[in-house]
């Protein structure tokens, strides 16, 4: 009985795991589904920024502006780390956090670590990369306002000169079942210019010059909304695959469990069966 009995409190504290690991997927179903919804909305507005800057950079000025000319050496190297706010995503954190301590111990340059998330701090101080700021309260589906707190940090880091270049470390969201630890420099910019701003009758006011200083904030700013979007995009996808998986695996475990119960049950019926049998013989003896 007592074996009969730890059985049954093991199912019920399983099934209790199952609920929660099912209202966990759906949670991340819904923020994930959110976080698209935000990131096609903001792709018209990209498309069009990318085109106007294109058409600014084909004039010979472009490469001079503050965001785009280089440090004439660069000695100190920023990497802007974005993490998860939570565990229970599978590899989601680790495997990007591993992808960033590698790119900074092969890095022969100084480097410095901006996190952006609330995962893994001391996880993060244990590995010994010098952390200048951390950006702890990130909602789970980012803001205009968010990224522009991050970029405006990240622009007077490289302006003022405490680094030469600013690097994104970010899980890529490529499907629902495929993330990949990627690394792009934010500063000095390098923007896409494959599509050519021939043809547009584009009248710059008060000048070309100014008018790109302010596209190319916008542009900073837009990227780093859309790698903090896809960023978390890849945590709600992990996170619905690990509570996918570990929701299917409580039904195989409540099923063993339930063959268990069943095996000691029978067993305990077949040995009441022979001490009835085995006390009636006695008697007959008797």
């Keep these: 009985m007592a074996n009969m009995r730890a059985i049954r409190t093991r199912i019920k504290s399983v099934k209790n795991t199952q609920q929660i690991t099912k209202a966990m997927k759906m949670v991340a179903v819904s923020k994930l589904r959110k976080t698209q919804s935000r990131m096609q909305s903001m792709r018209p507005f990209a498309d069009k920024s990318q085109e106007v800057l294109n058409t600014l950079l084909s004039g010979s ?15 100190k190297v920023c990497y802007v780390l974005f993490v998860g706010n939570r565990g229970l995503c599978g590899v989601y954190n680790n495997a990007v956090l591993h992808y960033a301590l590698d790119l900074i111990e092969n890095d022969s340059r100084e480097c410095e670590l901006v996190v952006c998330g609330r995962w893994g701090k001391d996880v993060i101080a244990k590995s010994g990369v010098k952390v200048i700021k951390a950006f702890p309260e990130l909602s789970d589906t980012p ?12 622009k007077q880091l490289f302006l003022n000169g405490e680094t030469d270049e600013v690097h994104l470390v970010y899980q890529r969201y490529i499907s629902a079942l495929s993330q990949k630890p990627v690394t792009e ?3 000095p910019a390098k923007p896409e210019t494959e599509q050519s701003g021939a043809g547009h009758a584009f009248i710059f006011a008060p000048d070309a010059d100014t008018v790109l200083e302010s596209v190319m904030q916008l542009y900073i700013n837009n990227k780093l909304l859309s790698v903090m979007l896809e960023a978390r995009c890849g945590e709600h996808t992990a996170r ?32 009441e069966i022979s001490e009835i049998v085995g006390g009636a013989a006695a008697l007959e003896r008797k």
């Design 143 to 154: 803001t205009a306002n968010e990224a522009i707190e991050i970029a405006e940090y990240l």
């Design 185 to 187: 420099q934010l500063l």
């Design 61 to 75: 000025s472009g490469s001079q502006n503050r965001f785009i000319k280089p440090h004439k050496q660069v000695n």
């Design 240 to 271: 619905m695959t690990a509570m996918t998986s570990a929701t299917d695996s409580t039904k195989t475990l409540i099923d063993e469990l339930g063959l268990s119960l069943n095996r000691a049950r029978q067993a305990a019926i077949t040995t």
